[in-house]
C-alpha cells in the first residue's frame, strides 16, 4: 500500500500554503487513496436514485473512512497547520434538504462499506437548497453557491453525455461524480446530473429567477418554488431530466456488464427513493421497447427491477402531476403513462388504485406501487400504518410486495467523526469492532453499574457542550451556558413535527418563572436550542420560526427568567451544524404527531450520542422505547391509533380544550401578547394564533399537558447525573440496530440481492 503523505501533493512547504491550497492537495490525496482501494465491483448493480442526497462535508469523513485521518492530521500539525481550519474552509454540499436526503447519504457510506457495487443518481444542483438567514426574527432565503468559485470540488466532471429530450427542447447531459468512500472498504460512487447552460445568472435577489427559461434554472434549486404552475412544471423537468438520465447510464453500464436487456434484473436494482424519481419507470420501458423489447416484456422486466421507498404518510406529500404537465415535459411517456393506466383499469376498479385519476392527474406513488417488485415503509410503524390504512387497498392487492425497513445512521459520521470524545471512551473499553459492527455496542451494558464510568461519559459530555458553545458562538455570535440543560430539536421546520408545541412549553414555562418565588426557582437552566429551516413557501412553518425567535428575545431581555430559561435558534441549520450540535444535547425532542412522522432519523443520531428522548410513539420512537425500555425514554402523547380515529370521527375543536386548560390558554394568547408584539410582525403572530386557535390540524392542544408534565418529570430526573447518565448508557449501548449498515444489509437481502 502507498505511503500517502499531504506534503508530496503540494509544492510549496505545507506551513506557506493558503487554505486552498492545502485543500485542493487534499482532494487530490483523497482521490488517488479512493482509486487505490478501488470501486466495488460486480455483475449486479444498485442504482438509488434520489432527488437529494445530503451527504454533508466530505474531508473528515473521507480521511477516516480511507484510514488516513491521524496521519494527515498529524503531518498537518507537523507544519504547524490545524485539520480543524480546513474542515471549516470546506463549504458543505448543498444537495439536499431533511431527513430522506441525509437517508441517502447514509445508505451510500454503508453500501459502500458492506462491498455492494452502487451507485447514487441524482442531481447537481448548482445552489441546492437554500441558505438562510434571520432578519427581524424572520426566516430569509439566498442561494447557497456551494460550488465556490476557484475551488476545487469533490466533484468531477466525467466525459459522460446523454440526450434528454423534453417535449419543446433537448439538452446535453453532463455527469459529475463524487467518490463515496466506505469505512476502511472499497469506495461507491454518486453519479449527479446537470446541464452546461445552466446559468446563475438567471437567479434575481435572492432565490427567485426566471423560471421559463428550462435551459437555463433546470439545475439551479433543490425544490424551486412549486406555488406557481412554472415553478411545479419545473419540477417535473428535473425529475424526468434526473431519470432520463439514470435509465440512460443503467442500461449502458447493463450492457457492458453483458447484460442482453430481457436479462436487465440480473444487472441492476433500481431503488426508487420516494415518488421524485417514479418516472424513471416508463422512461425505462420506453428505453427498452426502443432497443426492440415488447411492452408487456418490457413492463416485467421493469417490474423486477425496480423497487420503492415510501418516507410519509401524509397525503398531501404524496406526488400527483396532471398529465398535461407531462404532456409538455416528455410527451413521449404520455403514451406509456396511459397502457400502464389502461392496464390497471383492466384488472382493479377501485379509483383509488388508479394511475391516472378522473381529473387527468397521475398518481406517481400508484404507477410504483403496482410496477415495482417492492414497496417498502421506513419504520416499523409507519408501514404497518401503510398496510392497514394509507395503503390498504394496495396492500390487499399485492401483500407480497410490502415490507418494512426501519431506517438507520452510519455510525462512522455520527460518532466516529462528530463525536471524538465518545468514540475514545467507547472504543477504549470495547475496541473498534463496533465501527463496523454495531450491535456490539451492547458490551457497553454492563458498565452501567460503573459509577467512574458514568463521570466519564458526564465528562464527554460536559465538553461537548463547550464545543458547541464555542462553535454557536462563532457561526451567529449567540453565546449559551454550557451548565445548563440542551433541550434540542431540529429537523425540517413542519405543523406535524410540532415546534409549535415545544414553543407553547417554552412560553408556559416564562410564565410560570415570572410567579415563582426565588425559593422555587429551578437549579438548572434549560436552553431549548431549535434548528430548521421552513421551505419558502410554506407561510405557518415561517410563522413558527418567527414566533421561537421573538421569544427569545423576549425571555433574554427579561432579568430573572433569562437566569433559567433560554430559547436559541441555529441559523442556517445543515449537516454540519447538526455535527457539532448532536453530541452536546442532552434532550432529543421527537414530539411529532402519532402517526405523522414516518421515521425519524436524528432520533437515531440522538440516542447514539447520549441524548434521552422526549418523544411520542412515533415513528421509530416506538423500536427506540422497544430497546432502551420504559426507565430509559419518555414518551408522550395520543397513541396512532386514537390519533387515526379522532381524524377519521372529524371532530377534533382546539377550541374545547382551550377553553378547558387556563395554562394552555395563557400560553397560546401570549403569541399575540404586547410582549411578543414588541419584538415581532403583529400578522405573523396573529396568524399563528388564529391558526392553533381555529385549525390546529396536527393536535398540538391534547397533547399539551402531558408534554408538560412529562418534561417537568425529564427536567427533574437530570438532577440526578448519575441516573441520567446510566440513562445515556443503555441508550448508547442499544442504538446498535440504527446503525444503516444493518438496513442496507436488509435491502440486500430482502430486495437487491446484489450478491
Ligand atoms: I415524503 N422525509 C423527508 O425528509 N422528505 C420528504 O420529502 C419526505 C419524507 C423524511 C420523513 O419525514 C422522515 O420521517 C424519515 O425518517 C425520512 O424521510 C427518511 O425516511
Redesign the pocket.
Known amino acids: 500500500m502507498t505511503e500517502f503523505s499531504l506534503a508530496s501533493y503540494a509544492n510549496k512547504p505545507l506551513a506557506e500554503c493558503t487554505e486552498l491550497e492545502l485543500f485542493n492537495a487534499l482532494l487530490s490525496l483523497t482521490k488517488d487513496a479512493a482509486a487505490e482501494k478501488g470501486y466495488n465491483q460486480g455483475k449486479k448493480r444498485l442504482y438509488y436514485i434520489s432527488a437529494?442526497f445530503l451527504i454533508g462535508k466530505l474531508l473528515s469523513n473521507n480521511l477516516i473512512n480511507l484510514g488516513l485521518y491521524d496521519q494527515v492530521r498529524a503531518e498537518l500539525a507537523e507544519a504547524g497547520r490545524d485539520l480543524a481550519e480546513l474542515e471549516e474552509f470546506e463549504n458543505e454540499p448543498s444537495l439536499g434538504?431533511?431527513?430522506?436526503?441525509?437517508?441517502a447519504a447514509c445508505f451510500l457510506d454503508s453500501c459502500a462499506t458492506l462491498g455492494l457495487p452502487a451507485s447514487g443518481v441524482g442531481l447537481a444542483y448548482h445552489c441546492g437548497l437554500f441558505r438562510q438567514s434571520f432578519d427581524k426574527n424572520k426566516q430569509y432565503e439566498s442561494p447557497d453557491y456551494w460550488l465556490r468559485w476557484g475551488q476545487e470540488s469533490w466533484m468531477r466532471r466525467t466525459p459522460k453525455h446523454y440526450t434528454v429530450n423534453f417535449g419543446n427542447l433537448s439538452v446535453t447531459s453532463t455527469m459529475y461524480q463524487i467518490d463515496v468512500t466506505g469505512y476502511h472498504s472499497q469506495c461507491d460512487t454518486l453519479n449527479l446530473f446537470d446541464v452546461d447552460t445552466v446559468d446563475e445568472r438567471v437567479i434575481k435577489n435572492r432565490i427567485n429567477f426566471d423560471k421559463s427559461q428550462v435551459a437555463k434554472n433546470l439545475t439551479l434549486f433543490l425544490y424551486p418554488d412549486d406555488s406557481d404552475e412554472a415553478g411545479r412544471i419545473l419540477r417535473v423537468y428535473q425529475e424526468y431530466f434526473m431519470v432520463s438520465n439514470a435509465a440512460q447510464l443503467m442500461l449502458d453500464e447493463c450492457v457492458e456488464r453483458g447484460s442482453n436487456l430481457h436479462d436487465l434484473a440480473d444487472y441492476a436494482a433500481v431503488q426508487i427513493n420516494?415518488?421524485?424519481p417514479t418516472m424513471v419507470i416508463p422512461e425505462l420501458i420506453r428505453l427498452l421497447g426502443e432497443r426492440g423489447i415488447g411492452f408487456d416484456e418490457a413492463v416485467q422486466i421493469v417490474r423486477d427491477t425496480c423497487a420503492y421507498?415510501?418516507?410519509?404518510i401524509?397525503a398531501e406529500?404524496?406526488e400527483c402531476w396532471p398529465l398535461s404537465f407531462i404532456e409538455r415535459v416528455a410527451p413521449q411517456l404520455v403514451p406509456i403513462i396511459q397502457q400502464l393506466d389502461a392496464f390497471v383499469r383492466g384488472q382493479y376498479e377501485d379509483d383509488f388504485v388508479q394511475v391516472i385519476d378522473q381529473w387527468q392527474n397521475v398518481h406517481m406513488a400508484n404507477i410504483d406501487i403496482h410496477f415495482s417488485h417492492s414497496v417498502n415503509g421506513?419504520?416499523a410503524l409507519?408501514t404497518k400504518i401503510l398496510e392497514d390504512s394509507e395503503l390498504a387497498p394496495f396492500y390487499k392487492i399485492y401483500p407480497e410486495k410490502f415490507n418494512n425497513k426501519t431506517?438507520g445512521i452510519t455510525f462512522r459520521r455520527w460518532m466516529v467523526e462528530c463525536n471524538p470524545g465518545l468514540n475514545k471512551l467507547v472504543s477504549g473499553k470495547i475496541g473498534e469492532g463496533w465501527k463496523t459492527d454495531a450491535e456490539q455496542l451492547e458490551q457497553l451494558l454492563p458498565l452501567a453499574d460503573d459509577p467512574a464510568f458514568l463521570a466519564q461519559l458526564d465528562q464527554v459530555k460536559r465538553t461537548n457542550k463547550q464545543t458547541f458553545a464555542a462553535w454557536l458562538a462563532a457561526h451567529q455570535g449567540t453565546v449559551v451556558d454550557p451548565d445548563s440543560v440542551f433541550d434540542v430539536q431540529s429537523k425540517?421546520l413542519?405543523e406535524y413535527?410540532r415546534q409549535q408545541l415545544n414553543l407553547l412549553w417554552a412560553i408556559r414555562k416564562y410564565q410560570r418563572l415570572q410567579m415563582l418565588e426565588a425559593d422555587e426557582l429551578p437549579k438548572h437552566k434549560v436552553t431549548v436550542i431549535f434548528g430548521a429551516k421552513a421551505a419558502p413557501a410554506y407561510t405557518i412553518a415561517k410563522d413558527i420560526i418567527h414566533a421561537i425567535i421573538c421569544l427569545g428575545k423576549v425571555i433574554e431581555a427579561d432579568p430573572v427568567a433569562s437566569k433559567y430559561l433560554q430559547v436559541v435558534m441555529i441559523e442556517n441549520y445543515n449537516v454540519t451544524a447538526a455535527q457539532h450540535l448532536i453530541p452536546a444535547a442532552d434532550i432529543s425532542e421527537q414530539i411529532?404527531l402519532a402517526s405523522k412522522?414516518?421515521?425519524?432519523?436524528s432520533n437515531m443520531k440522538f440516542m447514539l450520542n447520549g441524548a434521552i428522548t422526549l418523544g411520542t410513539m412515533d415513528?421509530?420512537n416506538v423500536e427506540i422505547a422497544e430497546l432502551v425500555g420504559e426507565d430509559n425514554i419518555y414518551t408522550f402523547g395520543d397513541s396512532s391509533d386514537e390519533v387515526i380515529a379522532r381524524y377519521k370521527r372529524g371532530d377534533y375543536n382546539p377550541r374545547s380544550y382551550y377553553e378547558k386548560d387556563e395554562e394552555l390558554a395563557a400560553a397560546v394568547d401570549f403569541l399575540t401578547s404586547d410582549a411578543m408584539l414588541a419584538q415581532g410582525d403583529a400578522t405573523n403572530l396573529n396568524r399563528l394564533h388564529d391558526e392553533l386557535l381555529n385549525k390546529d390540524w396536527f393536535m398540538t392542544f391534547p397533547d399539551f399537558a402531558d408534554y408538560c408534565a412529562t418534561k417537568a418529570q425529564v427536567l427533574k430526573d437530570y438532577e440526578d447525573r448519575e441516573a441520567w447518565q446510566r440513562k445515556a448508557l443503555v441508550n448508547i449501548s442499544k442504538a446498535g440496530y440504527f446503525s444503516s449498515d444493518r438496513t442496507i444489509a436488509q435491502y440486500e437481502k430482502d430486495i437487491w440481492h446484489l450478491r
Open positions: 437529494e434538504n431533511g431527513g430522506l436526503g441525509r437517508l420516494d415518488t421524485h421507498t415510501n418516507h410519509t401524509l406529500a404524496l421506513v419504520a409507519h431506517n425540517r413542519h413535527k411529532s412522522e414516518a421515521s425519524g432519523t415513528g421509530a
